[in-house]
């Protein structure tokens, strides 16, 4: 059998039904193309299997066909599973990516995007720049922000974390527990993660709102995220003697160490305590019980990023977009056990 010949540019633009030029502007992300004419060649580009061919284009167009990620740590499990869902939908668009860790609090960031001025653009979680040297970079290049810090005039992506706490809430209230501990909350004077200062603003308002009492006593702030941190935390909790049914971690690391120390101190999970987390790390579902956890959908965070960068590599002056990706709760055997109605997931 003769070897299929490679797709070409002309046969993109006759499945496309758009001329050849339209179908380059869009493959080198030159402007002057209508959204729903570029969303029909992009499709036909993946139905055609089409590869642009990227050095001859670096060339014509002086973009190197890469991008950058920089996220804060990779052995954080969600940092490794978001820049793993963003290079792969990166792959999905013919861009390389060149991978960077900026440290926990971000200290890195001005660094790697200073190391690195050829790439066409840069993802980043946003940990530790000012907002002005955000603006000044964005100005330079095109860059997409990841996480809970705002920036009004810099494309980014971040979870519903208002919602998923009140979800939380709302799940916890409903199986009877009213004695909420929550970890890794914000406090006054400590540097916290961005999404700590959300998630803990975001628990008071929605303990308000489900008519629940929020005591401080029941608060552990902890700068970071691990199993071990979470472990510590409960370990604090009970040697103050601290009365608590559920417990909330800010992430899957915090409540699964929670799970740990809860096991070691003779706690059952959930019958004693009921303990959730947020991220949905692909851990959660095989830990001892399983992990009820708020879920953003990753594979969607990660193309909307990409998408953001892409559309600011064609177009630079268009206007900054914010998208807040929606989350779920996913209730498993660490608040609902195996007798009850919930779906177990």
Do not use: C
């Not at 990779?74 to 991978?99: G, K, T």
């Not at 999970?269 to 947020?278: L, Y």
């Amino acid at each position: 059998m003769l070897p299929r010949m490679a797709a070409t540019l002309l046969d993109v633009a006759a499945l496309a039904g758009v001329s050849p030029k339209t179908v380059s502007r869009v493959v080198n992300g030159e402007p002057g193309v209508s959204p729903t004419t570029r969303e029909r060649v992009l499709d036909a580009v993946a139905r055609a299997g089409y590869a642009p061919n990227t050095s001859a284009r670096s060339l014509r167009t002086g973009r190197s066909g890469a991008i950058g990620l920089a996220v804060p740590e990779l052995n954080q499990p969600f940092f490794a599973e978001i820049a793993d869902r963003i290079a792969a939908e990166a792959h999905r668009h013919d861009l390389a990516v060149v991978l960077g860790v900026t440290g926990e609090r971000g200290q890195g960031e001005a660094e790697f995007l200073a190391e690195h001025p050829d790439l066409d653009g840069t993802v980043m979680y946003w940990q530790g720049m000012e907002p002005e040297q955000i603006a000044a970079a964005a100005a330079q290049r095109p860059l997409v922000l990841l996480g809970e810090r705002r920036h009004d005039a810099v494309d980014r992506v971040a979870m519903d974390n208002e919602r998923g706490i009140d979800l939380v809430v709302s799940h916890l209230q409903a199986l009877g527990r009213g004695r909420v501990a929550a970890l890794g909350v914000a406090a006054p004077g400590q540097w916290t993660h961005a999404a700590g200062l959300t998630r803990t603003e975001a628990l008071r308002t929605a303990m308000e709102e489900h008519g629940l009492d929020l005591d401080e006593h029941r608060l552990v702030a902890s700068t970071e995220w691990r199993p071990v941190d979470g472990a510590a935390a409960v370990r604090k909790l009970l040697e103050r003697g601290v009365d608590f049914d559920a417990v909330i971690g800010f992430n899957d690391g915090l409540a699964l160490g929670a799970l740990h120390e809860l096991a070691a101190a003779g706690l059952r999970v959930p019958q004693d305590v009921a303990v959730t987390g947020i991220d949905n790390l692909e851990l959660a579902r095989y830990s001892s019980p399983s992990l009820t956890t708020v879920s953003p959908n990753l594979s969607t965070y990660a193309a909307d990023a990409v998408s953001l960068l892409r559309r600011r590599i064609a177009v630079p002056d268009t206007p900054a977009r914010t998208v807040i990706e929606d989350v779920t709760l996913l209730a498993r055997d660490s608040t609902v056990g195996g007798e009850t109605p919930w779906p177990r997931v």
